[in-house]
């Protein structure tokens, strides 16, 4: 399974608007770069935004109309970048925080990108894989006009996997009338897929976990380990961390997670979910919350889920000593300055989920050339860009004595507005 996070219940104790809290995300990096009120507006605006509203034939012979949306936030530095979720929560100032994120992560670390995202409002897990089939062809001729190799790539994100990226590629590709691979990332390998996609979100926080370790001091070996979301970027979190010697505690569905101070056998919990599509029931663990698991007793947490999981409320009740964010947006502004005044180190999601867009570009120039490589060399150029980019931002960090989060904004953001700067304002 591709989807790189599930859906959880934990919610901020006052739900916040996702692009309200981009923007003053973005606000705060441009008082520390102190950028003009024109390049505010720039930024702080999506460029393109496509709302469709379509019908999709049931099962049953019903017609249902299903909304959705894709945003391209900004392209000054390359085609627009990001994945598309299917959640009953969609909503549009969800996508366009999450495409102005999409901005931000790939200037963090330097592919030239810029951020857009796509979502339809819908309970994939009521759909039939047919319904489900329909669905996404529709979706895809609705915002044919925006995708393209050359424009916008999406992706696979929250409830959306390879195949549905193959029904995207397949379904634009018969409009062309010829098989164009590289519209989308995250495909089968069959169909142009790049080796090591499917785990390139939880390797790149892998390698940035590693660095923040070393820098702090910690020992990755041994630490204690929690993690809220058990989608792609969570269960393979897990596995990888274990196998470099961490404790994995505690994990999560959206259906509550399961705890075990002495540690999971993390493969065992993986068959489990597979075999019976939940965690809930697995022996060798109490019951947890997913509420309760952002709360227990670990050294490092993982919040994989959906935004807006940590907030003022809770974070003072968070025991770990590092949030390292697989999830987009799981901390909210205030949690931030919580965790910075408690001395608790944050990996903002912009950094440490980049994995999977960056591994996405590999694919994308792999089917643009149709020369394809090996797994150990996708790794090995993974490596070297995350961890040149948490190098980049620990570097921001100590010069300017600010958090991660706000060191990584501080130089993605700079990043966009000298490209658009440098381009200037057509006519």
């Known amino acids: ?18 692009f309200e809290t981009a923007k003053k995300q973005f606000n705060m990096a441009a008082d520390h770069l102190g950028l003009d009120a024109g390049m505010r507006k720039v930024l702080s605006s999506c460029k393109r935004e496509l709302t469709v509203n379509f019908p999709v034939q049931m099962d049953d012979g019903s017609v249902e109309v299903f909304t959705g949306y894709r945003v391209q936030h900004n392209l000054g530095r390359g085609p627009a970048k990001g994945g598309i979720r299917y959640h009953q929560q969609v909503s549009i100032d969800e996508v366009r925080a999450l495409a102005m994120w999409m901005t931000w992560k790939c200037a963090v670390v330097n592919i030239p990108y810029g951020g857009a995202k796509g979502g339809v409002i819908v309970d994939p897990k009521k759909l039939s894989n047919y319904e489900l089939e329909h669905l996404t062809r529709r979706y895809t001729t609705e915002i044919t006009m925006l995708i393209g190799p050359e424009n916008d790539i999406p992706a696979p994100d929250v409830n959306t996997n390879s195949q549905i990226m193959a029904w995207i590629m397949d379904t634009y590709s018969m409009h062309k009338g010829y098989s164009v691979t590289a519209v989308v990332t995250g495909k089968p390998i069959s169909v142009g897929g790049a080796l090591g996609r ?16 070393r820098e702090k001091g910690m020992k990755l070996e041994g630490a204690k380990v929690a993690i809220q979301g058990f989608g792609n970027a969570g269960s393979i979190s897990a596995r990888l961390l274990a196998e470099d010697g961490a404790s994995i505690v505690a994990v999560s569905d959206s259906q509550g997670g399961i705890y075990n101070p002495k540690g999971l056998d993390v493969r065992s919990v993986m068959v489990y979910k597979q075999e019976h ?42 025991k770990a000593k590092m949030i390292a964010e697989a999830a987009n947006g799981p901390t909210n502004m205030e949690a931030d ?10 990996l903002p999601d912009i950094l440490a989920n980049a994995g999977g867009v960056t591994v996405s570009y590999f694919e994308w120039v792999q089917d643009l050339q149709s020369f394809f490589w090996s797994e150990d060399e996708t790794n090995k150029r993974l490596h070297y860009i995350m961890t040149r980019a948490f190098a980049e931002v620990y570097k921001v960090a100590q010069e300017r004595k600010v958090d991660m989060r706000t060191a990584a ?3 993605s953001v700079g990043r966009v507005a000298e490209a658009m700067t440098t381009r200037g304002i057509y006519p």
């Open 409 to 411: 904004y501080i130089l």
């Open 277 to 318: 599509g939940t965690l809930k029931g697995y022996g060798a663990a109490d019951s947890v919350t997913n509420q309760e698991l952002l709360e227990l007793d670990c050294d490092i947490l993982i919040p994989a889920a959906l935004e807006n999981q940590l907030n003022g409320e809770n974070a003072r009740r968070v």
């Open 337 to 346: 300055q919580v965790f910075h005044d408690r001395g608790i180190v944050v």
């Open 1 to 18: 399974m591709t989807t790189e996070v599930h859906s959880v219940t934990a919610k901020s104790h006052e739900t916040q608007n996702p």
């Open 198 to 213: 499917n785990e390139a979100t939880a390797r790149g926080l892998q390698y940035v976990v590693r660095e923040a370790t």
